[in-house]
């Protein structure tokens, strides 16, 4: 099944792009449409959108919005390693760009206002995540040290460790309808 009637997406990276089109075709997915651009402008000849994306590249995080271009850009000091997306308890539209340093800087999408840095104990992380429970944000940090779940209303120390027999280059977070972290 399909989660969404039209995708639209922008790859700067020609080869990329193509590899994204054989992909997308190989699995039979018809509805996800490859443009090969820069896309720090957005794509407004195909707006308006029904949705906010956001992506990460060279030493940038940026947001489009519904009518196609750009919102706003995070500059960072150096290339992300991870993006995550999650609407936060009060409403705003979080976002959470970890760095090869292992800090993770975390704004509001839409207003592109600075909510904080996270200074994670890895000195490199491989990935984040960003998920809700019924008290708050959360956010997952993986890294070569290991994986951690941060409560971001508590951010200095991260709320526990998870045990993993090798650090995963990927991770995501979801909670149940009870709200446990799962």
Do not use: Y
């Amino acid at each position: 099944g399909r989660i969404a009637g039209e995708v639209w997406a922008i790859e700067r990276i020609e080869e990329l792009a193509g590899m994204a089109r054989s992909n997308l075709a190989r699995a039979g997915v018809s509805n996800v449409h490859v443009l090969h651009a820069d896309g720090t402008q957005g794509w407004p000849e195909a707006a308006p959108f029904d949705a906010i994306l956001v992506s990460a590249g060279d030493e940038a995080v940026r947001s489009w919005g519904p009518q196609g271009g750009a919102l706003h850009a995070l500059e960072l000091p150096e290339p992300c390693v991870g993006v995550a997306l999650q609407p936060s308890v009060d409403g705003e539209l979080l976002v959470a760009a970890g760095l090869q340093n292992g800090t993770v800087r975390l704004w509001d999408a839409v207003s592109g206002q600075d909510r904080g840095t996270i200074a994670a104990p890895d000195k490199r992380l491989l990935s984040v995540a960003l998920g809700r429970d019924d008290e708050g944000s959360l956010l997952v940090t993986v890294g070569m040290s290991g994986t951690r779940l941060w409560d971001l209303e508590h951010r200095d120390r991260p709320a526990a460790d998870i045990p993993l027999s090798a650090a995963p280059w990927t991770v995501a977070l979801a909670t149940d309808r009870a709200g446990a972290v799962l």
